[in-house]
């Protein structure tokens, strides 16, 4: 069975860093894209990052940009998110999600998705 596994949230001051983890298993993940997302209380769902399956190309939200970076290890079947200078904005469940699609910024085409990770920003 398909599972992604979230790890690496927790509670940072603003101006800090965290590094989210990923670990997959039970598929071929290192042929599925891999995306980020997060969800704060109220709102939707949104788009955060994402790497092909090369790990040659990654995407980022406009808000992350410059700010966070997006990885994987295919060796380890796990995917990062380095998030450097977190905003209080940034607070919100994290997600990862695995596609074999190409449109790696819609949320629709993702096919598996983890439980989440917490991170919590204080100003």
């Known amino acids: 069975q398909a599972q992604l596994v979230e790890s690496g949230g927790g509670l940072v001051q603003a101006g800090g860093s965290l590094r989210l983890s990923c670990a997959a298993s039970?598929?071929?993940?290192?042929?599925?894209?891999m995306g980020w997302f997060r969800q704060a209380p109220g709102k939707e769902r949104e788009f955060v990052a994402a790497?092909?399956?090369?790990?040659?190309?990654?995407y980022y939200g406009v808000s992350v940009k410059g700010r966070f970076t997006i990885s994987r290890d295919n060796a380890k079947n796990t995917v990062y998110l380095q998030m450097n200078n977190l905003k209080p904005e940034d607070t919100a469940v994290y997600y990862c999600?695995?596609?074999?699609?190409?449109?790696?910024?819609?949320?629709?085409?993702?096919?598996?998705w983890g439980q989440g990770t917490q991170v919590t920003v204080s100003s």
């Open positions: 790497i092909t399956w090369t790990g040659s190309n990654t």
């Open positions: 999600a695995a596609t074999v699609s190409y449109y790696y910024t819609d949320i629709e085409v993702y096919d598996y």
């Open positions: 039970g598929r071929p993940f290192s042929k599925y894209g």
